[in-house]
């Protein structure tokens, strides 16, 4: 585990830090939105510790304080959540095979898929998806856990502007990606399709239908954020 430490270019943990404590915010924003909208304390730690899938949780979270079904709102985050069959086969050689599989597909989020697909070398993609992972799981739970106990005092988190740190670490993510061209173009087709079909559509049906952009992505080119195993 030292070693790891040692060979770890500072500037990345350090973009992991801030990625972590931002996720970390969000998850307490989180907790105290699920509070607000009248759900028990246990529901918003439990999806976390279950599911740790941050849209997901917050959308189911969002359609059972609405009044709507809990199995609807289910297939909805798993709808949400397809997006990962795509980031299962771009990280499955830095997951690594055995006992790893599935503590490494549960700590799959888009944040350290983004950091391992940035990196060069394996042992490089590697040590950025597990330290991410890890220290997300942690942070996010531990947000999730403050802003539970505090949801009966913040019960409108959009006076503090919480709901948009997600999309913020997102968009920082995505940005360096978006200097090679072909990936712009299929980003920008993507937006056009997604921002199209939100007046029509459920959400998170969108965000899928935004995936017809890597059709007109180059083949020669492996893609930036859904690059396929090799």
Known sequence: MRSIWRTTDPGLLRDIALVCLADGVVGLSYGAISIGG???????????????????????VGIVAAGGSPI??????????????????????????????????????DENVAFALGQDELRQKRTAYWVCGI??????????????AAGSVITDTDVFGL?????????????????DRATRTAALIGVVVALAATPFLPAGVPVLLALIGLVFYRADKPVAALEVAR
Request: aromatic share 10%; proline share 5%.
């Open 72 to 109: 609807a709102a289910t297939i909805a985050g798993l709808l949400v959540n397809t997006r990962h069959v795509a980031f299962g086969l771009a990280v499955s050689d830095v997951i690594g095979g055995g006992w790893r599989r599935l503590p490494g597909s549960h700590l799959m989020t």
């Open 38 to 60: 009248g759900l028990p304390f246990w529901l918003p730690i439990a999806l976390s510790l279950l599911v740790f899938a941050g849209a997901s949780q917050f959308l189911f």
């Open 163 to 179: 709901d948009a740190a997600f999309p913020a670490v997102l968009l920082a993510l995505m940005l360096p990606a978006l200097r």
């Open 135 to 148: 220290g997300i799981s942690v942070c996010w739970n531990l947000g999730v856990v403050i802003g539970a």
